[in-house]
């Protein structure tokens, strides 16, 4: 797909013989004019030219050797030269020199202790650490800084209150600064020095190839690598994948209000905001409005109950051949958990029941409910799915104790049955979770751990990820579990989980322990100035593996939402370890190259359409948008190459967005 780091990366044209010349003039002072002082007269050599002028001349080319040889190599500790991008996403976009000649240091700070930014000049012992350069950037070293490396032009850009570069004058001062980067990183995460040994408490030996991946195995990642994909009618010359632009086809009031997009694989999608569920009809160019809308009657449900408690679903999952959907809302005072479920039947228009979650006679909560696997929604008869809450994993039947469910017209709610599964005694702090095309679970953790369980066993994980750190929002998985997303505030962290167990079989990590051969994951970033023209309080959420349910078939491109940002990764280019994004980096890999779909709203959800509405013009479903007030789907279309302006040089940059479902791109050399 489009490269948003395209121009992003080009060489930056610096002159030396200018970068730290002062402003002062290089012409002999005129003396003090208003004082009316004579300057004396010149003295002549033999030759006839001025003695003191001759001194003059071999003085100021002194002085500018001096000023060349400290361009060449500066007498300064820790030396930079500081950029700041100024114009945004407008055509006048460019860098701008902020500082000619200053430096950079790492430093605690004691402000972060009180709930500070750690920007502040206070230092302390046992504080964070903060980057300070010059008298300009305070920031604190965390993933909020964005900060991209560019080993080849020995310079990295990052956020803070603006979009900001540094330039360093040797490989060996980009390196050191990489290095101590990396360091503070690592304890303001871990709260513990970068030793070996806090390296080893933190991820175990297994995982040691996640803190120095550039002596990982990456054939792993060789070998998971897929063809690019082709439609059965296409032939041999079918374009790549990375050759396809998108167009939005067309844009539908939603009615306001919209909490949750959930899609249908036959005939319905549906729409959730607050005063009921919309429905909306499946086509091969996307879904459009039916004119059907189930409402709640003021907040309850269609049965009236008084007992009912009020739906503000947030949560919509569907089951039984997509007849049924299940709603969850979630507790007052704004949490997150729920007690129970209302089961919305979708041909009828009403609830029907409402569950009840209970455990050996005590009411308990559920943070989150999905399908069994990636395809029982698709199964009439299937009556389980699973729930998860902080400290549970569990698998819910809707099959009644006494063989018939009662209506909650006449009856109080019944209790969902606790088919199998683990309270754990101790904080797991259970985030987010998803299911593989065979029932196999991934779950993501508040403390950045992902942990793996087979379909048979909820008791203990497989394989348990350390993750670097940062709270897991949510998780996607792949049909056949080989590869798993994970969702971050400010990153996407895409793993592998094949491995070869000790007699040569390949297995995922979802049955059994991958051992000490467990790949680097790969790093899903936005560029700094594309995270900074996001918004500061903007987050990564949502992010998803298009939707295939069918063994053999292989997910073809990921999304994630930001702000008013979709953004679109192509899954071959990730996975390519020999992809340009990943040259000259030093720690994770991380890969820029993605696509945006900019709205004028903060986006609800994108989610890819089922495989079943690809058609053989794209390569791919649509991507349906939903934001509080619309909904669109974005198509992908074929096209043909586009030229790699990589190599190119351009004298100022240029950024553009596309609100239309088109591509993102921007350039920002400095």
Not at 357 to 364: A, L, N, P, R
Request: proline fraction near 4%.
């Amino acid at each position: 797909m489009g490269g948003s780091h395209s121009r992003e990366d080009l060489e930056i044209d610096y002159s030396d013989e200018e970068e730290y010349a002062d402003d002062e003039s290089d012409h002999e002072p005129c003396g003090d004019a208003d004082h009316g002082e004579r300057r004396p007269r010149p003295s002549y050599s033999s030759d006839g030219k001025s003695v003191s002028s001759v001194d003059e001349i071999e003085a100021k080319l002194e002085e500018l050797k001096i000023k060349y040889r400290a361009a060449e190599k500066p007498d300064l500790r820790n030396a930079v030269k500081l950029y700041l991008h100024v114009g945004g996403s407008t055509p006048k976009a460019r860098w701008v020199v902020s500082d000619k000649l200053t430096s950079y240091d790492f430093v605690r700070s004691s402000r972060t202790a009180d709930g500070g930014d750690g920007s502040g000049d206070d230092v302390s012992e046992g504080g964070a650490w903060v980057l300070k350069v010059g008298a300009k950037v305070r920031a604190r070293v965390s993933t909020e800084m964005q900060l991209k490396m560019f080993g080849g032009q020995r310079r990295v850009d990052f956020v803070n209150s603006g979009v900001w570069a540094m330039k360093f004058f040797s490989d060996a001062d980009y390196r050191r600064f990489v290095t101590q980067y990396q360091n503070c990183m690592f304890e303001n995460v871990h709260g513990m020095e970068p030793t070996e040994e806090n390296k080893v408490k933190v991820y175990g030996k297994e995982f040691m190839s996640w803190v120095k991946p550039e002596v990982a195995d990456d054939s792993v990642w060789e070998d998971a690598e897929d063809e690019p994909w082709k439609s059965p009618e296409d032939s041999d010359s079918t374009p790549s994948r990375a050759n396809a632009d998108l167009m939005e086809e067309f844009e539908e009031a939603a009615n306001g209000g919209v909490h949750n997009l959930t899609l249908g694989a036959l005939d319905n999608s549906f729409l959730v905001n607050d005063l009921g569920v919309q429905v909306y009809r499946n086509y091969a160019k996307g879904i459009r409005g039916k004119g059907v809308h189930v409402k709640f009657d003021q907040g309850t449900s269609r049965i009236g109950s008084s007992s009912s408690p009020k739906i503000t679903p947030t949560k919509a999952m569907l089951m039984r051949g997509e007849t049924n959907m299940m709603l969850m809302s979630p507790m007052m005072e704004g949490k997150p958990h729920s007690t129970g479920l209302q089961q919305l039947d979708i041909e009828t228009g009403k609830i029907v029941t409402e569950w009840k979650f209970e455990k050996d006679g005590t009411d308990i909560t559920m943070r989150d409910i999905i399908n069994d696997s990636k395809g029982s929604q698709l199964d009439p008869s299937e009556s389980t799915f699973l729930g998860l809450d902080d400290n549970r994993l569990c698998q819910w039947d809707m099959r009644d104790k006494g063989g018939i469910v009662q209506d909650i017209a006449n009856a109080n709610s019944p209790v969902l049955h606790w088919a199998q599964g683990h309270q754990f005694s101790r904080g797991t702090n259970f985030q987010c979770f998803a299911t593989t095309g065979d029932g196999s679970i991934v779950v993501g953790s508040i403390d950045g751990k992902i942990r793996l369980y087979s379909r048979t066993s909820m008791r203990q994980a497989k394989t348990a990820f350390p993750g670097l750190g940062s709270p897991i929002t949510h998780v996607d998985v792949t049909y056949d579990g080989k590869w798993v997303l994970a969702t971050t505030d400010t990153y996407l962290l895409l793993i592998c989980t094949l491995f070869t167990d000790k007699d040569g079989r390949t297995k995922t990590g979802f049955s059994g322990r991958m051992g000490n051969k467990i790949p680097a994951p790969r790093m899903l970033k936005l560029t700094p100035l594309d995270s900074h023209l996001a918004g500061a309080k903007n987050k990564f959420h949502s992010g998803h593996f298009s939707w295939v349910t069918e063994s053999g078939k292989q997910e073809r491109h990921l999304v994630a939402t930001v702000g008013k940002f979709s953004v679109i990764w192509d899954f071959n280019q990730v996975k390519n370890t020999a992809h340009e994004c990943y040259r000259n980096q030093q720690g994770l890999k991380s890969c820029y190259c993605y696509k945006i779909v900019l709205k004028d709203e903060s986006i609800v959800e994108s989610r890819f359409m089922h495989d079943n509405f690809a058609v053989t013009s794209s390569p791919e479903a649509p991507l349906v948008v939903a934001t509080p007030m619309k909904v669109n789907p974005i198509i992908f279309i074929r096209t043909k190459a586009m030229p790699n302006f990589t190599d190119q040089k351009m004298e100022t940059s240029s950024i553009h967005h596309f609100s239309q479902g088109e591509s993102h791109s921007h350039a920002a050399e400095v």
